[in-house]
């Protein structure tokens, strides 16, 4: 049995359903995020784990126990709110202290243990100052701190890094994996950033409102989405409204407007209308046709170039067809291309997912 077991949850407020019918397991010592956009039931479920709101049906169970009649203070979860709640009339030691007092832990422990916490999120020498001294990576620390001294069973992260700047974010990023690391404790992170959800997470679950539209491994979300939503949501996209209308060896042909390429993905099984997902990094572009490459070949116009430093993003014109978004690494030549200029772009076979249509998705 995993350590944490969702087993089709719902939860409604009047008649909008927040979160209907989760299932998800999680393993022990796993980084596990719930991602998705605003309202989509990610923060109503992590609430629901931490005992701050309970179900309207279906159960979670921890460790094989049924978690239904226990209150958040009884239960071995701790949770790390994206406000911090940090004590402000408290120094950063006092801070960490306190569910340790709560707990009746003897006074003569706490020192220890509090020192161990601070001293496991890098701020060893930070226990006099209070929060009105510390930046916002610091007092983040400071709550994750607080969450880990009673060495809970699993720990709750909701937006943690939300407020901070864009730097200091993907240096929390790294500790937070760091520190999960360490500690061996089973980690449920709740954020809207795909970036973040990708950098951070064994494995992720992408939530729509109120279900679960694919659970997997970064990599295979990634590359291999289930639906349009997560391919759209996850990454940059480019996705056409698309019909099978042949077989080709090894794959299908399929059409999109005017646009016909081969397929060698998986195909959804039954259909003949599909959306057609090419991540922009998968196309290649040359100025010169090339010769013999097993690939589909598009004649375009470059109709923009946005410079993002390292990376450029090409909006290509077909004739007849879609516009297109490449995105490639930088040099001289290829940031100076004017708009008009003729180019192939090559897709690989593979590159070219083939999705159920949106008309066809269900709950």
Same mark, same amino acid.
């Given at each position: 049995?995993?350590?944490?077991?969702?087993?089709?949850?719902?939860?409604?407020?009047?008649?909008?359903?927040?979160?209907?019918?989760?299932?998800?397991?999680?393993?022990?010592?796993?980084?596990?995020?719930?991602?998705?956009?605003?309202?989509?039931?990610?923060?109503?479920?992590?609430?629901?784990?931490?005992?701050?709101?309970?179900?309207?049906?279906?159960?979670?169970? %921890?460790?094989?126990? $049924?978690?239904?009649?226990?209150?958040?203070?009884?239960?071995?979860?701790?949770?790390?709110?994206?406000?911090? /709640?940090?004590?402000?009339?408290? *120094?950063?030691?006092?801070?960490?202290?306190?569910?340790?007092?709560?707990?009746?832990?003897?006074?003569?422990? !706490?020192?220890?243990?509090?020192?161990?916490? %601070?001293?496991?999120?890098?701020?060893?020498?930070?226990?006099?100052?209070?929060?009105?001294?510390?930046?916002?990576?610091?007092?983040?620390?400071?709550?994750? /701190?607080?969450?880990?001294?009673?060495?809970? *069973?699993?720990?709750?992260?909701?937006?943690?890094?939300?407020?901070?700047?864009?730097?200091?974010?993907?240096?929390?990023? !790294?500790?937070?994996?760091?520190?999960?690391?360490?500690?061996?404790?089973?980690?449920?992170?709740?954020?809207?950033?795909?970036?973040?959800?990708?950098?951070?997470?064994?494995?992720?679950?992408?939530?729509? *409102?109120?279900?679960?539209?694919?659970?997997?491994?970064?990599?295979?979300?990634?590359?291999?989405?289930?639906?349009?939503?997560?391919?759209?949501? !996850?990454?940059?996209?480019?996705?056409?409204?698309? /019909?099978?209308?042949?077989?080709?060896?090894?794959?299908?042909?399929?059409?999109?407007? /005017?646009?016909?390429?081969?397929?060698?993905?998986?195909?959804?099984?039954?259909?003949?209308?599909?959306?057609?997902?090419?991540?922009?990094?998968?196309?290649?572009?040359?100025?010169?046709?090339?010769?013999?490459? $097993?690939?589909?070949?598009?004649?375009?116009?470059?109709?923009?170039?946005?410079?993002?430093?390292?990376?450029?993003?090409?909006?290509?014109?077909?004739?007849?067809?879609?516009?297109?978004?490449?995105?490639?690494?930088?040099?001289?030549?290829?940031? $100076?291309?004017?708009?008009? *200029?003729?180019?192939?772009?090559?897709?690989?076979?593979?590159?070219?997912? %083939?999705?159920?249509?949106?008309?066809?998705?269900?709950?």
């Amino acid at each position: 049995m995993s350590l944490l077991e969702i087993r089709n949850v719902t939860r409604r407020f009047g008649d909008f359903t927040a979160v209907d019918r989760v299932s998800l397991s999680i393993e022990a010592g796993e980084f596990f995020t719930l991602l998705g956009p605003s309202g989509c039931g990610k923060t109503t479920l992590l609430r629901m784990i931490a005992g701050f709101d309970l179900p309207d049906g279906g159960s979670i169970f %921890l460790n094989g126990t $049924d978690l239904a009649d226990r209150p958040p203070e009884d239960r071995p979860v701790r949770t790390v709110f994206q406000s911090y /709640a940090l004590f402000p009339h408290m *120094t950063v030691e006092g801070n960490v202290a306190f569910p340790l007092k709560m707990a009746k832990t003897p006074a003569a422990a !706490i020192p220890t243990k509090v020192a161990a916490a %601070l001293e496991d999120v890098r701020l060893v020498g930070f226990g006099k100052r209070y929060p009105n001294e510390l930046s916002g990576g610091q007092k983040q620390r400071v709550a994750i /701190a607080r969450a880990l001294v009673t060495h809970p *069973t699993v720990l709750l992260l909701d937006e943690p890094l939300a407020a901070l700047d864009a730097k200091l974010r993907e240096e929390m990023q !790294i500790e937070l994996i760091n520190l999960q690391k360490e500690v061996g404790i089973t980690f449920v992170y709740v954020t809207h950033d795909q970036t973040e959800a990708l950098a951070l997470s064994h494995r992720i679950a992408v939530m729509n *409102t109120g279900h679960v539209e694919q659970e997997d491994e970064p990599s295979r979300i990634y590359g291999f989405p289930r639906t349009r939503f997560v391919a759209d949501f !996850i990454g940059a996209s480019n996705l056409l409204a698309g /019909a099978i209308v042949g077989a080709a060896p090894a794959g299908v042909i399929v059409r999109a407007g /005017a646009l016909e390429l081969r397929s060698t993905g998986p195909t959804p099984a039954g259909a003949l209308t599909v959306t057609v997902l090419i991540r922009p990094e998968r196309i290649r572009l040359t100025a010169a046709p090339p010769h013999g490459a $097993d690939v589909n070949r598009l004649a375009v116009r470059v109709a923009d170039v946005v410079y993002l430093g390292e990376d450029l993003q090409v909006l290509l014109d077909l004739d007849g067809g879609p516009t297109l978004t490449a995105s490639l690494k930088a040099t001289s030549a290829e940031k $100076d291309w004017a708009p008009g *200029t003729a180019l192939t772009a090559c897709i690989a076979p593979d590159d070219v997912r %083939l999705l159920p249509a949106p008309e066809a998705v269900t709950p």
